[in-house]
Nanobody
Framework: QVQLVESGGGLVQPGGSLRLSCTASGSVVSRYAMSWYRQAPGKQREWVATSFSGGTTNYADSVKGRFTISRDNANNTMYLQMNSLKPEDTANYLC?????????WGQGTQVTVSS
């Protein structure tokens, strides 16, 4: 059974940084793409970034240049380094493991950007 657990969220001031982690169990993540999504209250879930098994990464325009996705396959963990945070980045951040045709989701970690 695949399980994903996110951590690293919290309250940060505008311009600050956070690093989120997503640790997987029940599967070897190196074979699959993994993504970060986010969902703010009252809004649809929004794709943030994807790390493909071959090393390619893609980012939403809203985070490009500020966020960096990476993975430690030896520890079955994916990261999201978030710099220059803005209030509009406030959301619950969820990780997703793409074992097609299924997607596996964590519960999320809350990020709040506020002064």
């Amino acid at each position: 059974q695949v399980q994903l657990v996110e951590s690293g969220g919290g309250l940060v001031q505008p311009g600050g940084s956070l690093r989120l982690s997503c640790t997987a169990s029940g599967s070897v993540v190196s074979r699959y793409a993994m993504s970060w999504y986010r969902q703010a209250p009252g809004k649809q879930r929004e794709w943030v970034a994807t790390s493909f098994s071959g090393g390619t990464t893609n980012y939403a325009d809203s985070v490009k240049g500020r966020f960096t996705i990476s993975r430690d396959n030896a520890n079955n963990t994916m990261y999201l380094q978030m710099n220059s945070l803005k209030p509009e980045d406030t959301a619950n951040y969820l990780c997703c493991l793409h074992i097609l045709p299924s997607n596996y989701w964590g519960q999320g970690t809350q990020v709040t950007v506020s002064s």
